[in-house]
T-cell receptor, first 113, second 113 residues
Framework: GNSVTQMEGPVTLSEEAFLTINCTYT??????LFWYVQYPGEGLQLLLK?????DKGSNKGFEATYRKETTSFHLEKGSVQVSDSAVYFC????????????FGKGTMLLVSP | DAMVIQNPRYQVTQFGKPVTLSCSQT?????MYWYQQKSSQAPKLLFH???????NEADTPDNFQSRRPNTSFCFLDIRSPGLGDAAMYLC????????????FGPGTRLTVT
């Protein structure tokens, strides 16, 4: 089956620090990969996506590169802000046929001033 | 601009009293999903519709039902809510099976008293 493994949190950083949240996956077919962000009390927002190998998704200073050889999609940001504090979910969905989103367990990020 | 709309955003119901949550979409997507998300966990898929075809996840309790009267609307009915059903309920859409990303609504926070 499909699965997503992401690093456990919470990840605690000071403002302007560099962020990496690791994500690896297994998939039975060809997946698209996503990072979703969830702010306290809110729904999921798509942060970025990549639909094929070597694609780089980017948004709001966050980046992630689809690495087929290492089955990874690590999230990075060069300088985090307090407002980035949230839970981040890595997820995949297959690009053909019947498929639903497979989520990682989520990583909480706490950024202090 | 809202694409996936959930009403209400907050719902309080009594133990055992039926409750209905609603979701509507302006995207004309064929696939609609309902997820349950408990605190500090990833969303858990309850069921989804592909057009009018209903697909129930194997471990979704019978207490949860869904209706999709037309393309735009989808309802989640909880027939006899228990305290364990208190959660955030997320609706999502996808244009087609095997195509594109999922778009999430803001969620409905259900409290059971």
């Amino acid at each position: 089956g499909n699965s997503v493994t992401q690093m456990e949190g919470p990840v605690t950083l000071s403002e302007e620090a560099f962020l990496t949240i690791n994500c690896t996956y297994t998939a039975t077919g060809y997946p698209s990969l996503f990072w979703y962000v969830q702010y306290p009390g809110e729904g999921l927002q798509l942060l970025l996506k990549a639909t094929k190998a070597d694609d780089k998704g980017s948004n709001k200073g966050f980046e992630a590169t689809y690495r087929k050889e290492t089955t990874s999609f690590h999230l990075e940001k060069g300088s985090v802000q307090v407002s980035d504090s949230a839970v981040y979910f890595c997820a995949l969905i297959l690009n053909s046929g019947y498929s639903t989103l497979t989520f990682g367990k989520g990583t909480m990020l706490l950024v202090s001033p | 601009d809202a694409m996936v709309i959930q009403n209400p955003r907050y719902q309080v119901t009594q133990f055992g009293k039926p409750v209905t949550l609603s979701c509507s979409q302006t995207l004309n997507h064929n696939v609609m999903y309902w997820y349950q998300q408990k605190s500090s966990q990833a969303p858990k898929l309850l069921f989804h519709y592909y057009d009018k075809d209903f697909n129930n996840e194997a471990d979704t309790p019978d207490n949860f039902q869904s209706r999709r009267p037309n393309t735009s609307f989808c309802f989640l009915d909880i027939r006899s809510p228990g305290l364990g059903d208190a959660a955030m309920y997320l609706c999502a859409t996808r244009i087609e099976q095997g195509m594109g990303e999922q778009y999430f609504g803001p969620g409905t926070r259900l409290t059971v008293t």
